[in-house]
């Protein structure tokens, strides 16, 4: 399943509960997508604060992080 939206995300992982729940996906693979959630999390939370801050100030100018430096 390739996920487009946030509405994708939501269903799969209402997916990943429900099979951890009915004991048809095991733990260590529930914690891997749960880890994996929590970074999509912290990105996704990360790029909304960015924007509101550059919503907040027209003139600011905010570049990418390079991860090579």
Same mark, same amino acid.
């Given at each position: 399943?390739?996920?487009?939206? !946030?509405?994708?995300?939501? #269903? *799969?992982? +209402?997916?990943?509960?429900? /099979? %951890?729940?009915? /004991? !048809? #996906?095991? !733990?260590?693979?529930?914690? /891997? +997508?749960?880890?994996?959630?929590?970074q999509?999390?912290?990105? %996704?939370?990360?790029?909304?604060? *960015?924007?509101?801050a550059?919503?907040?100030? +027209?003139?600011?100018?905010i570049?990418p +992080?390079?991860f090579?430096?």
């Amino acid at each position: 399943m390739a996920l487009k939206s !946030t509405k994708d995300l939501r #269903i *799969f992982l +209402v997916k990943q509960m429900e /099979g %951890v729940a009915d /004991g !048809t #996906i095991d !733990t260590d693979r529930a914690k /891997g +997508v749960a880890n994996l959630s929590q970074q999509l999390y912290n990105c %996704v939370n990360l790029e909304l604060k *960015f924007a509101k801050a550059k919503a907040a100030d +027209v003139d600011l100018k905010i570049d990418p +992080v390079n991860f090579d430096d």
